[in-house]
């Protein structure tokens, strides 16, 4: 199934600019959520230029694995070099979440980081899916995207994002109903910022 998500390849170039990088406090704390130990099998799913990879290796050691997907090439590609700037051997490739090629049960963690606004609700319910397929049974999964805003956030991001139905979907509160349609059924709300909500979400 080829992903009808938003690719970001003409924002490769620039895009760690724009985001936080490995070094951000913020982004070594998004991976404190999820207690990653030694030796674990990690996936990021819309890895962009592989930043919260990056740190998930250092996390999981020589003797853990982990693989970063995302359907920007040029995305990828960043990704390579800074992986391999840190002397740090991650299979980064070119994929979509709808279409994941990996084995059932194959994966202790997955990471999803400000990616599902992007895509339609067809292709959330199907990387969900697949998700969920991916996952062993005692996985985790993090989920770090918008949700339904407070009464302080709630007139910029409707100025902002209420345009795109994709991300209108998860203002209106709808995220958690997919995540338990596709089989999950601990979904815990673990830390809840300004605009952003992370999920952790057990089988």
Request: glycine fraction near 8%; charged fraction near 25%; proline fraction near 3%.
């Amino acid at each position: 199934m080829k992903s009808k998500g938003i690719s970001l390849n003409s924002m490769a170039g620039y895009y760690d600019i724009l985001t936080p990088a490995e070094k951000s406090r913020r982004r070594k704390k998004q991976i404190d959520l999820i207690g990653l130990k030694e030796g674990e099998t990690v996936l990021e799913v819309g890895c962009g230029t592989g930043v919260l990879s990056v740190l998930s290796k250092i996390k999981t050691g020589d003797k853990g694995e982990v693989h970063g997907i995302d359907i920007a090439e040029k995305m990828i590609i960043q990704a390579g070099k800074k992986a391999a700037k840190y002397n740090l051997k991650i299979n980064f490739k070119v994929a979509s979440i709808d279409d994941l090629p990996f084995p059932d049960n194959y994966f202790n963690v997955v990471i999803s980081s400000l990616m599902f606004h992007h895509l339609p609700v067809e292709v959330k319910e199907a990387g969900l899916s697949e998700i969920y397929r991916v996952l062993n049974a005692d996985g985790r999964f993090l989920l770090s995207d918008f949700g339904s805003p407070n009464i302080f956030t709630a007139p910029l991001m409707t100025l902002l994002l209420i345009w795109l139905s994709s991300t209108r979907y998860q203002l209106f509160g709808k995220l958690p109903g997919l995540i338990r349609k596709a089989g999950f059924t601990n979904i815990r709300l673990v830390k809840k910022e300004l605009f952003i909500k992370h999920y952790l979400i057990k089988k």
